[in-house]
């Protein structure tokens, strides 16, 4: 019989890609909306695990609305805290192993260099508060079965995020003002499935240390650079872009300056890092459009 992997949020951009992933291996994979198991009833839980008894749970659910967070901090909490909370507990009584998505958000996001995996948090948001709650039960529940994969600047074909939303501006404005004072690494959640189910995989081998990994995309840009590359790729003229700072876009919850991770831990578990974030997007842009313009 092959191990059963559970997708919670698999409806959401990211759990798509995990679930599309998960067809090419020998696995009964799980797409587990809310209507199948939500996190944030513990009776759905314990039900979900009783049915499906899983040997792998991959975490995609999430309230990432990160600037309604800032009001409603207690109902971001229920799925981002306590949600894991209770996933974690449920691993713990079935022996399952539990990936837990988590952000970049949890950093302070002032540092100079990559943040290491085990550099000091400090969130500045109500997502971030919400988001290193979760983090911090799963690995104290789980100290040997729980894996927190954080990540960053997430984009891909099966939601909205930054980079569809600058294809589809690309054909109605004549110009665009675009942050240039925020650093962070732009990732595809197909790649990030790949290292998700990678993970897991070693985890079930024993060969992967339980704990904290950092799941972005190599190398580094602002979010100006990003959109230079969107604009190079459509074949439109970079020139109609320009740069501006974070005081052109006030939000309730304050945004990382610097989002930049780095990736040292996936030595410990055999598994490669993700590759440059440039060659990601070419290969991702394809789908992209056809998505955008679907």
């Not at 899983?54 to 600037?67: G, I, K, L, S």
Request: proline share 5%; hydrophobic share 45%; charged share 25%.
């Amino acid at each position: 019989m092959s191990a059963v992997w559970l997708v919670t949020g698999a409806e959401g951009m990211l759990g798509q890609d995990v679930m599309a992933r998960l067809a090419g291996e020998d696995v009964t994979a799980v797409a587990a909306g809310r209507g199948v198991v939500d996190i944030t009833d513990p009776a759905s839980v314990r039900a979900g695990f009783e049915k499906y008894r899983p040997a792998v749970v991959v975490n995609c659910a999430a309230w990432t609305a990160v600037d309604d967070a800032e009001t409603q901090e207690e109902a971001a909490l229920r799925v981002n805290g306590r949600g894991a909370e209770v996933l974690a507990e449920a691993c713990r009584e079935h022996g399952s192993v539990l990936l837990q998505v988590s952000t970049d958000y949890v950093f302070a996001g002032d540092a100079k260099e990559p943040y290491t995996e085990d550099a000091p948090t400090g969130p500045r948001s109500a997502y971030g508060r919400t988001k290193l709650a979760g983090e911090r039960a799963v690995l104290s529940i789980l100290p040997d079965a729980g894996y927190v994969v954080r990540t960053a600047w997430l984009y891909g074909a099966g939601g909205g995020n930054f980079v569809r939303t600058m294809i589809k501006l690309e054909g109605l404005k004549d110009t665009l003002d675009v942050v240039d004072d925020q650093r962070g690494q732009p990732t595809w959640t197909v790649d990030l499935a790949d290292r998700l189910v990678r993970l897991g995989q070693a985890a079930l081998a024993g060969t992967a240390p339980a704990g904290v990994y950092h799941g972005t995309s190599s190398g580094e840009t602002t979010w100006f650079g990003l959109t230079r590359e969107i604009f190079a790729l459509l074949g439109a003229d970079p020139g109609r872009l320009r740069p501006t700072t974070s005081e052109a876009f006030v939000r309730p919850a304050p945004r990382p300056a610097f989002s930049v991770l780095g990736h040292d831990r996936w030595a410990a578990a055999g598994i490669e890092p993700l590759g440059d974030w440039r060659s990601a997007l070419e290969e991702a842009f394809p789908a992209l459009v056809a998505a955008e313009r679907s």
